[in-house]
């Protein structure tokens, strides 16, 4: 089965410094998105992406969050200056086609992110 | 999105058949019924997929009564590599592509 990559595994930071999360999609899906889940809580949704753009966005996707697709097989998530309640496991999905509810989304390992 | 209820947890034994309810009283006409499975450290992994009746795939079972105000989830001879979290999502397209987890029901097999 096609998998979604995500490096790396862990990322350790210091609290005020940028983080970049990496994040191959299977090749052919054109939809993105980022979901965290918080040690011992629900999985939450960050931020979905098609054409080159934001589709959605939940609360938590403030200004200190940013996603780009540099080229064409990379999709990244950056946090401009991290904050200690940043520390989660971030999720990277992708899926063929919108519509997430009725699409299959595939889910990458996740990034372990600890803001010291 | 149609709220959704399932057990907080489950115990089973290895070899045993596994179902897991989830409620879902105010689904709408165009949602979907969607199960996700989740290991620790790992993404959630698609399971199953239905709208009405009974979807069987090479992992589990979906069965969807009439009204389809519930679903249940049957996971056949489970094994302990079936130890995981699942969710049970409903939502159509007008969803928009939010996916929105709760808590899941923690299955736990035993030996």
């Known amino acids: 089965e096609p998998e979604v990559t995500q490096t790396p595994s862990h990322q350790v930071t210091q609290m005020g410094q940028e983080v970049i999360l990496r994040c191959v999609p299977i090749?052919?899906?054109?939809?993105f998105y980022w979901y965290r889940q918080i040690l011992g809580q629900k999985v939450e949704f960050l931020v979905s992406?098609?054409?080159?753009?934001?589709?959605?966005k939940s609360e938590i996707f403030d200004d200190q969050f940013s996603v780009e697709r540099p080229d064409g097989s990379n999709f990244t998530l950056k946090i401009r200056s991290t904050k200690l309640e940043d520390s989660a496991m971030y999720f990277c999905?992708?899926?063929?086609?919108?519509?997430?509810?009725?699409?299959?989304?595939?889910f990458g390992s996740g990034t372990q992110l600890s803001v010291l | 999105l149609a709220k959704t209820t399932q057990p907080i947890s489950m115990d089973s034994y290895e070899g045993q058949e596994v179902n897991i309810t989830c409620s879902h009283n105010?689904?709408?006409?165009?949602?979907?019924i969607t199960w996700y499975q989740q290991f620790p450290s790992q993404g959630p992994r698609f399971i199953i997929q239905?709208?009405?009746t009974k979807v069987t795939n090479e992992v589990a079972s979906l069965f969807i009564p009439a009204d389809r105000k519930s679903s249940t989830l049957s996971l056949p001879r489970v094994s302990l590599s079936d130890t995981a979290v699942y969710y049970c999502?409903?939502?159509?397209?007008?969803?928009?592509?939010?996916?929105?987890f709760g808590g899941g029901t923690r299955l736990m097999v035993k030996p």
């Open positions: 239905g709208y009405k």
């Open positions: 992406f098609y054409n080159n753009e934001i589709s959605e």
């Open positions: 999905a992708s899926s063929g086609r919108q519509g997430a509810l009725s699409e299959k989304l595939f």
């Open positions: 999502l409903v939502g159509g397209d007008n969803a928009g592509n939010m996916l929105t």
């Open positions: 090749s052919n899906h054109l939809y």
């Open positions: 105010n689904i709408a006409t165009n949602d979907y």
